[in-house]
């Protein structure tokens, strides 16, 4: 059983085919997410912090750097994830054991649901934070467009990240292509084979003899019990 199609992968040791494990819906979520991810925390590192007057940088976010740091801890480790998640549905069909194939099902299914949770919060942080922006903590619009953008993203990867999750408890679900066993396997109760009947084959009605009584003298003196 181990390695036969189970949570939806094929056989361990066939080949790899790139244009339909592309094409797999799994994998086009796993691309948008990791896009989406790059570009919010990649905007905040880049225009997301401004100097008023100062040489000190704020966060573009109502000054503040809670804010920042959080969409660019959350969208840099899921950029990470992605791309070890990317890898991890290319060498899935190469998991020969069952009880390794589940691990990796509930580790994604764990990580993409609270990774969506945590999409979540952050969208509503971010655009809490940037509605109490003022016009003055921001001249000429500084940062403006890196924080729509993040806002944005944010809310873009909550369902990236929610279809994530549920690819992966619908692999879960799936398990083990139970096809492979016959009926009867599946009802608890085995096939029995019925005897051979062709020519020279022994039925169940033949006679056997016991054993050592085959020759044995029929013409021997009986044995009897002396009377007393």
Excluded at 135 to 153: C, H, K, V, Y
Excluded at 174 to 188: A, K
Excluded at 209 to 217: A, G, Q
């Amino acid at each position: 059983m181990d390695g036969a199609r189970s949570f939806g992968a094929g056989r361990a040791g066939t080949a790899f085919d790139p244009i339909s494990f592309l094409q797999q819906p799994q994998t086009i979520l796993r691309i948008l997410s990791w896009i989406f991810s790059m570009v919010v925390f990649g905007s905040i590192i880049n225009e997301g912090y401004v100097n008023i007057g100062s040489e000190r940088l704020y966060c573009v976010f109502n000054k503040n750097y809670d804010a920042c740091n959080y969409g660019v801890t959350v969208g840099l480790i899921a950029f990470l994830a992605c791309v070890f998640f990317f890898v991890l549905d290319m060498k899935f069909q190469q998991i020969s054991s069952i009880k390794d194939r589940k691990k990796a099902v509930m580790l994604e299914i764990g990580f993409s649901g609270f990774w969506t949770f945590l999409w979540f919060v952050g969208f509503c942080f971010l655009a809490n934070q940037w509605q109490r922006t003022t016009p003055d903590e921001l001249p000429l619009n500084q940062g403006a467009d890196a924080a729509r953008a993040a806002i944005t993203f944010s809310f873009f990867s909550i369902f990236t990240w929610a279809g994530l999750t549920v690819r992966a408890v619908q692999k879960y679900l799936l398990g083990t292509d139970m096809s492979l066993f016959t009926t009867d396997h599946l009802d608890g109760n085995q096939t029995i084979q019925p005897y051979p009947t062709g020519p020279g084959a022994e039925t169940a009605d033949t006679y056997q003899s016991p054993p050592f009584t085959e020759n044995l003298d029929s013409n021997a003196p009986t044995y009897q019990v002396p009377i007393y």
